[in-house]
C-alpha cells in the first residue's frame, strides 16, 4: 500500500539535522522548556509575521489555552463550524460553554460568513447563551475568509480565533495564517503540515498582554514560581525534543508548502473534468493538508475499494458533521440544519499528499481514479 503521507521520505531527508539536533538536547537536559523551545517560539512568530508565539502540547490544547485567556465559561455561545474535527468544538464543552454549530461554504469547506452573522442573530433572539466567540478552522491547508469573518464577529463585539491546525503556512491577501485573528493556533501532530514527532501545538498572538497570562495557564496557572498559583492553569507545555525536531523541519517547511502545491496542481490539471477539484480563491495560497475531491456520493464506497485493490489509500475528512455525532447533537444548530456540511460529508474523497510524492505514483493515483470514474 502507497503511504497516505510519506513522513518515512521526510525523516530520511533531514535525518543527520534531525539526530544532531535530539543530540543536542540530550547533552543539555532541559527536557522541559529548554533553549529550544524558546528558539522555535521566534521563529515561529517571525516566520508568520505575528508579534509572539506562545507553543504547547498540541493544536487542541492551544485552543484551550486561548478561551481559557478570555474567561469562556458556562452560558457562553462559541460559534464553531460542524464540518471540521471534533476538537474545535470539544474545548469549548471542556469549558462549560456551548459550540454553536454554523455551516461552511461549499466551494471552499471553510466557515461561511452568512450562515456565521445568522447563528450570532439566531442566539441573540434566542437569549439562552451570551455570543461571545468565534472559532473559524483553515480546512483542508486552506485559509478561511478572515476579512469577512473578522467583520462579522466585530460587528456584534465577538473574538475570533483562527484554528490553523491544517492551515499553518498558508497565505490570504498576502498575510501568513498565525497572524490572522484575536489569536491563531495550530497544531503540530505528525501528520499536520508542520508536524513533529509526537505532539505540539503553537498560539499566535499581537497582544503583549496575552503571552504573560498563556505562559502562566500553561504552567498550572502560576504566579511568581510554581508554588504561587494565580488563575487555575493546565499543563501544556512543548517538550524540548520536540522544539528541536521542529526547529530542522521548519527550515525545509517552505521547500515542502511549494512541492505541496506543484503536485495539488497537478492533480487538479489531471481530474478537473473527472472529479470536482478543489477551488483556491484568488490571493490565497493553501498548504494543502490534503487533497480532497468531490465525487457522487453514491459511488463513494466503490471508487475507494477500487483504489485501495490497486493499494492506494484514501480517506474521508468528515464522514459525520459535528452536529450530527452522538455527543453534540444536542447544542445549536443555526436554523435547525447545515445543508452543505451535510451534503459534502457524503461526497468527499481525499487523496494521498506529501511533498515527496513522485511524479509516476501520483500519475497512478490519477489514471487508476480515472479509470474507475469512468468504469463506474
Known amino acids: ?44 512568530a517571525e516566520f508568520c509575521s505575528a508579534k509572539y508565539c506562545v507553543t504547547c502540547s ?25 464540518f471540521t474535527f471534533v476538537a474545535t468544538a470539544a474545548v469549548v464543552c471542556w469549558l462549560g460553554a456551548t459550540p454553536y454549530f454554523v455551516d461552511i461554504d461549499p466551494g471552499t469547506y471553510n466557515m461561511d460568513p452568512s450562515s456565521l452573522r445568522a447563528a450570532i442573530l439566531e442566539c441573540q433572539r434566542d437569549k439562552k447563551l451570551i455570543p461571545l466567540g468565534v472559532i473559524a478552522v483553515d480546512l483542508f491547508g486552506l485559509p478561511a475568509d478572515f476579512d469577512a469573518l473578522n467583520a462579522v464577529a466585530d460587528e456584534f463585539g465577538l473574538w475570533l480565533l483562527m484554528d490553523s491546525a491544517q492551515g499553518f503556512g498558508g497565505n490570504y491577501h498576502g498575510r501568513r495564517t498565525g ?59 512543548l517538550d524540548t525534543l520536540q522544539a528541536a525536531i521542529l526547529i530542522e523541519k521548519l527550515k525545509i517547511f517552505e521547500d515542502e508548502i511549494a512541492a505541496r502545491k506543484r503536485i495539488a496542481a497537478r492533480y487538479t490539471a489531471a481530474l478537473q473534468n473527472i472529479v470536482e477539484t478543489p477551488h483556491v480563491p484568488k ?6 493538508a490534503q487533497y480532497t475531491i468531490g465525487v457522487p456520493p453514491d459511488r463513494r464506497t466503490a471508487l475507494q475499494e477500487q483504489l485501495k485493490a490497486a493499494e492506494i489509500p484514501t480517506a474521508i475528512y468528515y464522514p459525520r458533521p459535528l452536529h450530527l455525532q452522538p455527543a453534540y447533537k444536542h447544542h445549536p444548530v443555526v436554523g435547525g440544519s447545515l445543508p452543505h456540511s451535510e451534503r459534502r460529508a457524503h461526497a468527499v474523497l481525499s487523496l494521498p499528499m506529501h511533498p515527496y510524492l513522485t511524479e509516476p505514483v501520483q500519475d497512478k493515483i490519477i489514471n487508476v481514479l480515472a479509470e474507475a470514474m469512468r468504469a463506474a
Open 58 to 82: 498540541d493544536g487542541t490544547d492551544a485552543i484551550a489555552l486561548c478561551l481559557m485567556r478570555m474567561g469562556v465559561r458556562p452560558g457562553d455561545a462559541v460559534f464553531v463550524p460542524s
Open 283 to 288: 490571493n490565497y495560497r493553501s498548504t494543502w
Open 179 to 237: 497572524s490572522l485573528g484575536r489569536f491563531a493556533t495550530t497544531s503540530f501532530f505528525p501528520a499536520k503540515p508542520l508536524g513533529c514527532y509526537g505532539d505540539g501545538g503553537a498560539i499566535f498572538t499581537n497582544d503583549e498582554s496575552d503571552v504573560e497570562i498563556l505562559h502562566s495557564l500553561r504552567m498550572h496557572g502560576q504566579g511568581k514560581d510554581k508554588y504561587d498559583n494565580v488563575r487555575v492553569g493546565m499543563t501544556g507545555r
Open 1 to 44: 500500500m502507497l503511504p497516505f503521507i510519506d513522513l518515512a521520505a521526510q525523516q530520511a531527508r533531514i535525518k543527520p539535522e534531525v539526530d544532531a539536533a535530539i543530540a543536542r538536547v540530550l547533552a543539555h537536559g532541559q527536557y522541559i522548556l529548554g533553549p529550544e523551545v524558546r528558539e522555535l517560539e521566534q521563529q515561529l
